[in-house]
C-alpha cells in the first residue's frame, strides 16, 4: 500500500478533516484518524477497514505502489503537452519605449525610456526565424502578441504595419496589448486585420483612480484619452479586451467601474470583454498595495453582482483563480467555472512555449525580462542562433524537474511558482520559490472553513 504524496489536509471546526489532492483533484471530508494516516508515509498506528482502503484506493489518495502513481503523473504530464493550452506565443516588441510611468509596471526606467526600435529587416527575421521555430518544435498551434514598451506609439507604425501583414500572410491570429493612448491613430491600419486580432487596454478605475495609476510622464492622466477612443472601435467590429490590475488601491472601485462600462453600453457589443488580473510582483519591480489573489476574489463575491459579471462578459485571469480553484468548484462558490486540472507548468514561459523578439536583436522566453542579457536565449538577426542548452532548461521547467517541487503536496496545484522568481533567490529557475502561496493558501482555507465544515 503506497499513501500518494500529493495530499494536503486541513482540519475543520468540528474536527472532521478536509483532504485535497492535488494529482487526482479528489477533495474528501473524512475523519481525524484517516487524515492522521495519509499523513503517515510508513503508516503502523492505524489500521484501516477494507471499506476506508477502497474508498481512499477509488479517490486516488492510496495505490498499491509508488509506480501507479508514477504512471498517472506521467499520462497526465503527456496529455497536457499534447492537448493542453499548449499554443506557442510569438511576441513582437517593435519598441521598448512608452509614453506612459504606471506605478506598477515590472519594466523597468531603462528598459522604457530605450529609443531602440525593430528594424523592417529584423521584422522579416522575426518571421523567419517563427518559422524556424515551429518547424523545430513540431508544432502547428501558435499566436503572436504585439507588446512593449507601448507597441501603439506614432513612431512605431510602419512597423506594426509589416507585422499584421506578415502574420496574416502565415494565417496567425493574435493579441496587441496597448495602454490605448494612441490607439484611434491606428484605426485604419489595424481595420484590414481586425478578424485576426484583439486588442488588449487596461483601464484599472473609474476617471480618478485610473489616473492616479497609469498616468503620462508629465504625471497627466489618461482614462478620458482612452476611453473616447473605444467606442468607434466596439462600432467598427473590433475585438476589445479590457484588462482591469487589481489590487488594494482600485479594488474597492472595481464595481464603479463596472457601472462606467455598463452606462457606456460597452456590454451591447459581442466583441466586447473585461478581464481581471491581479497585479503581480514577478519582476520585483511592483509597488506595493499587493493583495492576495484570494482576497480580490473574495471582495468581487461579495461587493459585485454575479449577474452584472454575466452581463459584461467579465474573465478572471488564472492568476486569480490558479490557487482557489478546486476548493471553490467544490462548494459551488467560485467566480471561474473552469474544472481543476493538474498543472505542471506555471506559465508559458515555464515550458519554452514564448519566444519574445526585442529591438536589441535578442529571444528571451518570458516578457518580464525583456533588455536584461542573462535571460536571452540567443539571437534572432541577422539569423536565429539560440542556446539549446537554456532553451532546453525552460523547457523542462516544471514541477517534475524541480527537486524540491516535485515532491511537495500541493505541487500541481502551485506549478512551480515563478521561474524568474525561483532564478533571483536560489540561482536556478529549477530552484524552489514558494513565495507567498502556503500561506495564502492555508489563509484561505481558514476562511472557507465554516463552508466546509457544513459540509461536513
Known sequence: MYISEYILTYRLRNGRHLIFNSLSGAMDIVEEHISQFLQKQQPVAYTLTADEEQFLA????LYREREEEQALIRRY?????????????????????????CVYCFEPQEIRSSHEQMTEDQVQAAFLAMDQIMQQQQSTRHHFVIFGGEPLLPLNHSIVGLILEQAKARGITGTVISNGVFLSHYQELLEPYKDMLRIQLTI?????????RRITRA???????????????????????????LD?????????????????????????????????????????????????TEFIKVHVPNDKLKRLNVVLNSDLTRLS??????LGTGLA???????????????????????????????????????????????????????????????????????????????????VQADRTTGSILGAYCGNVKRDLDSHLELLNASFTALS
Open 204 to 212: 484599472d478605475g473609474p476617471q480618478a483612480v485610473h489616473d492616479r
Open 219 to 245: 504625471n497627466e492622466g489618461t482614462f478620458m484619452k482612452i476611453t473616447a477612443q473605444i467606442d468607434s472601435f466596439l462600432e467598427h467590429d473590433f475585438d476589445i479586451a479590457i484588462r482591469v490590475n
Open 58 to 61: 477509488g479517490r486516488g489518495y
Open 77 to 101: 504530464k503527456e496529455y497536457l503537452d499534447q492537448h493542453g493550452s499548449g499554443d506557442i506565443s510569438f511576441v513582437f516588441c517593435p519598441s521598448m519605449t512608452c509614453n506612459l510611468k
Open 337 to 419: 467555472k473552469d474544472n481543476y486540472f493538474p498543472n505542471y507548468y506555471f506559465c508559458e514561459a515555464a515550458g519554452g512555449k514564448t519566444f519574445t523578439f526585442s529591438p536589441d536583436h535578442q529571444v528571451y522566453p518570458c516578457t518580464s525580462i525583456i533588455g536584461n542579457p542573462k535571460w536571452s536565449l540567443g539571437t534572432y538577426y541577422p539569423q536565429l542562433k539560440l542556446d539549446d542548452q537554456k532553451l532546453a532548461l525552460w523547457k523542462e521547467r516544471h514541477v517534475l524537474n524541480q527537486p524540491e517541487c516535485k515532491g511537495c503536496n500541493i505541487a500541481f496545484l502551485c506549478s512551480g511558482n515563478c521561474p
Open 248 to 296: 488594494g488601491e482600485n479594488i474597492e472601485h472595481l464595481n464603479e467601474l463596472l457601472d462606467f462600462f455598463q452606462e457606456r453600453q460597452w456590454n451591447a457589443y459581442p466583441n466586447f470583454s473585461v478581464s481581471l488580473s491581479p497585479v503581480e510582483n514577478y519582476a520585483g519591480n511592483s509597488a506595493p498595495g499587493l493583495l492576495p489573489s484570494y482576497q480580490l
Open 325 to 330: 480553484l478546486p476548493f471553490e468548484h467544490v
